[in-house]
Structure formats: structure tokens, C-alpha cells
């Protein structure tokens, strides 16, 4: 803009985008005043500038206007249906920018941001970080109150925070001796620790509860042996008495490496009775905070470095080196169940080379003559049937995966120290293990080595699981013993038990599945050779039939 009268240089005039909303662009609204001949900004109604004013402070615009629909910019976003429209003012859609596929409103579409309703919890802070835009109101009449209130509230949480803090009897602690502490979670083992710096026991325990993150207010802490501390000063005698004892077991290899004089271990005595003095003379069931009694040479080599801590909300302590046992257990586990994973993948990778060298062979089979009626010739050998290298192989992986269906069992099924089992819980009535059954399946007219594991709780729920694991074209509608025995009820199955599945025909040994086989391959090859009339067959009488019967019929016989 031009100079005003005596100024050195004019007023930047900034180009924006033209805003077409009736709130929320106050800062392009002007008036021009004929008698003067100037141009007035900001000339637009309270409302319009009050919107203007949080869009540019990043404030949400639904605590200046208390459940009004306007016209102002906005961003909206669709649910994962594509039926809700959730509609967010300029300052909330920034705060959420990231995590929404936001896309601009367009004008003359009055709406109140989502951040003010208190149903949308993922928006009940909106731009804020501990505020809630549903209970925060800055419109022109109480944005004063608001304010004084909040700054009431901030002072409070700092004294709350200050390390001299009145006392019930009305005095000030003053020069008080703060204790540095490393905080852990109980259960957590020495994982996740946090340095706080405290100089009363609520101040602590308030700590812990925030910076921890626990669920509810921190109520117990223990140290590293199991030892419930009430105040500071129990846990400083008890910093004091560990290391007095570290002190003591150190003290014979010391003897036992320098010679001194008589006056030294007098000394030492004298010293280490003098703390047991001390010791005693501060029972552990005191709950001041006070640390004034004890010596300050002793307690600025006790507070050098941070005493550690278990927090916990009322649950009894879990002993850390006892978590760091069973995680070494359960790493040793996972180790073990990796090893017979990767043993297994290298057997199935040896049992495929095995079958493809086989079938890439294809050496014919033997045809041995055998004196039974039923089968005159019996084949033996051939690309078909398996060697006994993969028949050996084949047991072996079978065992494998039972013994890693076992060590998944187990580790299912183990104690865990963090949160044991209750068994008296177990023992009532009132629950029941659900009862699943593992069992050995495989397919009708099939190699026992040829199935796989299954589960079910039902009958039913067997059989959908036989059809999926053994790949059938028709689901699975019978189940059969290895003998041929029929099963129908649930008690009959046992875990672990070898079952014949079937599709819905009678049970069938391998032996007859390839002697039908073979049956129908030799009528097609016949068929093929010498044409259909091949298989009709002729049947002449041995005496003279009586004349109603033809002296010469013809049958058509089917293969047995």
C-alpha cells in the first residue's frame, strides 16, 4: 500500500485465494468510507472474526461457537462404509491430517466440527493435547473465565510438582534431600526403566504412576528382594543395608590379598557396628520422609546412584530374576521349535528330490505270477511305488511333527510367572476345556504315510477339517478305523488315533483300490485295442434248452 503521511516505507499487501464462506475470512473483508476516501479492514460481523481468529490461532472453532451450524472452510472425511460423512474444522483437520484421507468441503455447507460432539472420542481433544473441546468453551463471554480457570488448574499441578511441599501440620519441609530412583513395572523385569528424582513418598508414588503409564495409581513398591517400602527414608536403610552387605562379602577376598596392621579391622568393626547401630535404630516400620538422622557422608554414597524400584497397582511382586529365568526358558523353547522347523523343511525338501529322481526314471514294474484266483499276476516295483528310503524318510517326518505338535502343546500349556494359572478357578464346574482332539488321518484306498494331522471338537467339525488339510475335490463324509470299523459317535475317537476318511464309499485297502485300478485300466486297454465289441461276450449252452429259450443268447458281461 501507499506511505501514510511521514512513514519511511507502505504496508505489505499479502494475495490469498479468495475465501467464499460467510465465516472465517474476515481478513479479506473491507469497507470503504466515501468521505475519507480509505479503505477500513476487518470489516465484517463478531462472528466471521471470531471464526478467523481460531482458524489462525489453531484453535477449534466449535469451542468459540457452542452447537450452531455455520458456513466456514472445512475438511470432511467417508467411514469405511462410504455412508458417514464426518465434517472437521481447519484446526482439527490439520491435527488429523496424517491418519484420514481428508478432502476439502465445499461453500454454502453450514456444519458444526466433530470435535465438539462427545460421542467422537477419537476427536474429544481435537487440536488440543489434554483439553477436551466439548468442555472448553472461548466464545466472547467466558473465554476470561476459561482462561483464569486453566491457569488456576496449571498452578495447582506445579506446586503439585515443587520439591518443598507443605507438610499436614502446616510447616515447610525445607532442605529436603530428594532420592534418585530408577522405576520398573512389575512383571516387567529390568525392561523399561525410568530415572525420577523425588523427596516425598506421595511425590513418588505420583511419579511412577505417570511416567510408567500405568492403568491405575502406582500403591506398592518393592525392591529387587521382595521388600514392601512405606516411606523414602525405609528405602534409603534398606539401600544401606545392601550395601553393607555387598561391602561384607567383599571384605574376606580383600584380607585375604593385603596384609595390615591390627588397627585397620578395629576400625572396620567399629565402623560396621556403628552402622548396625544406626541400622537398628531406624526400625523399617517408620513412614516419615525425614533423612536428617541419618549420616550425610553415608547417604551421599548411598544416593550417588539410583536405588532401583518395582511399581506396582496392588498385585503381589513377581521377582525379576525369576522373569529373566522363564524368558530364558522360552527363548531356548523357540530355539528348539525353530531347529525341528528347519529339520523338517530340509526332510519334506529331501522327500520331493527323492519322488521327482522316481518318477523321472520311470523304470518299468515286474509282473510276478501268483497262484491266488482273485489276482493271477501281481505287480511289483515300477516308478509308481515308493523305495524304502522314502518309506524310512516318511516315518521320520511323521515323528517330527509330532514331536514339534508336542513342544507347541507345551508351550501353550506352560506356567507362565507373570500371570499363573489359577487351577482352583479350573477345578469348578462352572468351565470346561473345550474337546478338541488331535488325530492321524488319511485318505480311503491310501497310504497310512501319505496323511496328516487333524483337529476337531465335533464329528462335523473333524470332517471339514479332514477335507481342507487332505485337499479333497468332495468334502469328507465318513470315518473309518484302519480294520474297516465304521465311526459315528465322538467317544469312540481317541487322541492320537489313525483314521480312514472317505468321501462317501464303502472302506478300501490299498490292495483293492489297485486291483480296481488295475480292472478298469485293462478293460479301456482292450477297448481301445480291439474295439468295443471286444468285451461282449458268448455263452452256448452245454444240453438243449427248451424251445421258449433261445438255443443262442448273447450276454453282455460286465467286469468284475
Known sequence: MT??????????????????????????????????KAFMAFQSTSLDKEITAANYAGVCTSSVIREENI???????????GKKKTMLCLACGRSVRAEKGLKQLLPGLPFLCASASKTQK???HGPFKVMDVATTDLSSREAENTLS??????????????????????????????????????????????????????????????????????????????????????????????????????????EADTVGTEETPVKSMKGNSRMKV?????????????????????????????????????????????LKKAEKIERQNWLKKDKI???????????????????AACQPATMVPNKSPVQLVVVEGGWTEQTQEEIKLMDLIRHTEAHLSEVQELQSKRNSLIAPKCTAFKQSNLYKQPNAKRVWIYLNGGRLEDGTYAWGKTISELLNDCSSRLKLAHPARALYTPDGEPVHSWDDIERDMVICVSTGHSFRTQQELKQLVEIRANYARICRQQGPQATDIVLSPSIKLPSLVPSHTEFLAEPS
Open 3 to 36: 506511505k501514510a503521511r511521514d512513514e519511511v516505507c507502505g504496508y505489505p499487501v499479502i494475495a490469498q485465494k479468495y475465501k467464499p464462506h460467510n465465516n472465517g475470512a474476515s481478513n479479506q473483508k473491507w469497507n470503504y468510507m466515501k468521505s475519507t
Open 71 to 81: 458456513d466456514q472452510p472445512g475438511y470432511y472425511y467417508l467411514s469405511p462404509s
Open 122 to 124: 477419537p476427536f474429544s
Open 149 to 254: 480457570y486453566y491457569e488456576e488448574h496449571l498452578l495447582s499441578l506445579r506446586m503439585k510438582t515443587c520439591t518443598q511441599v507443605v507438610s499436614h501440620c502446616g510447616m515447610a519441609v525445607t532442605n529436603q534431600k530428594a532420592v534418585k530412583i530408577i522405576a520398573y513395572k512389575n512383571g516387567d523385569g529390568y525392561r523399561n526403566g525410568k530415572l525420577i528424582v523425588a523427596g516425598t513418598f506421595p511425590m513418588l508414588l505420583t511419579e511412577c504412576t505417570e511416567q510408567l503409564g500405568l492403568a491405575r495409581a502406582a500403591s506398592k513398591i518393592y525392591t529387587k528382594d521382595g521388600t514392601t517400602i512405606s516411606s523414602l527414608r525405609n528405602l534409603v536403610l534398606w539401600a544401606l543395608d545392601e550395601s553393607r552387605i555387598q561391602r561384607d562379602s567383599e571384605e574376606p577376598k580383600e
Open 278 to 322: 544406626k541400622t537398628k535404630s531406624s526400625p523399617k516400620s517408620v513412614t516419615s520422609d525425614s533423612l536428617d538422622d541419618i549420616d550425610t557422608s553415608l547417604l551421599t554414597r548411598i544416593l550417588r546412584n539410583p536405588i532401583a524400584i518395582w511399581v506396582s497397582c496392588g498385585e503381589p511382586f513377581l521377582s525379576p530374576n525369576a
Open 341 to 359: 522347523l528347519a529339520d523338517l523343511d530340509v526332510m519334506k525338501h529331501k522327500m520331493r528330490q527323492l519322488k521327482g529322481r522316481r518318477v
